[in-house]
């Protein structure tokens, strides 16, 4: 079984201020990551995703994210957050072949200005 | 394309009641899947659906029940409802293509138990 923790339940942060939001997942078998960020009242919709190949993934909305299999992490990052970026933003974990993600508990992004 | 859609969006029942809420995958997605969303349990798999077939199935008891038809459409009953139903339930669709392992999710149905 796979289990996703994102580290941080909470992040404050200024507008243009860069942020980072780390997920830490474990797996015994070959995993796909997400990350999906849901508005209030919205569904989750996704940010990016890892399948294979290049481990700098680019999502929308000018996210990044970074797969580090030694370490096994995915975390996000953008470089400068705007007002808009504020929301909570989901990790998940699916299996190779399974296709049911394991999500993370959330991380609620608060953007100041 | 149009995107996921889910009906109603909002439902407010009484314990001891039963739900039937309604997802439309996206064109052309033959898998759909629903999650339950609380503050205290977070996203949670249900079950998943695949060409009118249960694929896979969450831990959750034998009230929460559903079903998918030849137009891949789905709906999920909760029986018997409790207090502790209460969350926001999303639908996610899937392709069996190229794209198989991304889920694309609505908007949600939030359910409030009085």
Redesign the interface.
């Known amino acids: 079984a796979q289990s996703v923790t994102q580290l941080d339940s909470q992040v404050p942060v200024f507008e243009e201020a860069p942020v980072e939001l780390r997920c830490n997942y474990s797996s015994s078998v070959s995993v796909y990551l997400f990350w999906y960020v849901q508005y209030p009242n919205q569904g989750l919709q996704l940010l990016l995703k890892y399948l294979s190949g290049s481990t700098l993934v680019k999502g929308i909305n000018g996210f990044e994210a970074e797969f580090n299999k030694s370490q096994t992490s995915f975390h996000l990052r953008k470089p400068s957050v705007h007002i808009s970026d504020t929301a909570e933003y989901f990790c998940a974990v699916t299996p190779g072949g399974s296709y049911i993600p394991t999500f993370g508990r959330g991380t609620s992004l608060i953007v100041h200005p | 394309k149009a995107g996921?859609t889910?009906t109603p969006r909002y439902l407010i029942k009484t314990r001891g009641q039963q739900v039937t809420l309604s997802c439309s995958p996206i064109s052309g997605h033959r898998?759909v899947?629903w999650y339950q969303q609380t503050p205290g349990q977070?996203?949670q798999?249900l079950f998943?659906y695949f060409s009118e077939t249960q694929r896979?199935k969450g831990n959750f008891p034998g009230r929460f029940s559903g079903r998918q038809f030849s137009n891949s459409r789905s709906e999920m009953n909760v029986s018997t409802l409790e207090l502790g139903d209460s969350a926001l339930y999303?639908c996610?669709s899937?392709e069996a293509g190229s794209d198989?392992?991304?889920?694309?999710?609505?908007?949600?149905t939030?359910l409030l138990v009085l």
């Open positions: 996921v889910q898998s899947s977070g996203l798999f998943e896979n999303l996610a899937r198989q392992e991304t889920q694309y999710f609505g908007p949600g939030r």
